[in-house]
């Protein structure tokens, strides 16, 4: 086997590249649309169901506090992590 890059390699390469610049031009969308809505809520409480706590903590837990301080969620990531510990792992 040789060390000379072969063209398909080369393409694999270019797509991985521009999936992941794609995907993260949806997640800085994602991001800031999350900030819109909580500008216009304005300390407005928001009212979730018990399916959509689920969800979101399903989610929530996969990501890791951690990420989860990092990014604009529009609940607190303490909030996501006992939704899940009283919604799901309970």
Same mark, same amino acid.
């Given at each position: 086997?040789?060390?000379? &890059?072969?063209?398909?390699?080369?393409?694999? !390469?270019?797509?991985?590249?521009?999936?992941?610049?794609?995907? /993260? +031009?949806? &997640?800085?969308?994602? &991001? *800031? *649309?999350?900030? !819109?809505? @909580? +500008? /216009?809520? *304005?300390? /407005?409480?928001?009212?979730?169901?018990?399916? /959509?706590?689920?969800?979101?903590?399903? @989610?929530? @837990?996969?990501?890791?506090?951690?990420?989860?301080?990092?990014?604009?969620?529009?609940?607190?990531?303490?909030?996501?992590?006992?939704?899940?510990?009283?919604? &799901?792992?309970?």
């Amino acid at each position: 086997m040789t060390n000379v &890059i072969q063209p398909f390699h080369l393409l694999v !390469v270019a797509l991985a590249g521009w999936l992941n610049r794609h995907q /993260q +031009d949806v &997640i800085d969308y994602l &991001i *800031e *649309e999350n900030r !819109v809505l @909580k +500008d /216009q809520l *304005e300390g /407005q409480r928001l009212r979730f169901t018990d399916d /959509q706590r689920r969800r979101l903590a399903a @989610k929530a @837990k996969v990501l890791g506090r951690r990420l989860l301080d990092e990014i604009e969620t529009l609940v607190t990531p303490d909030t996501l992590l006992a939704w899940h510990r009283k919604l &799901i792992a309970g």
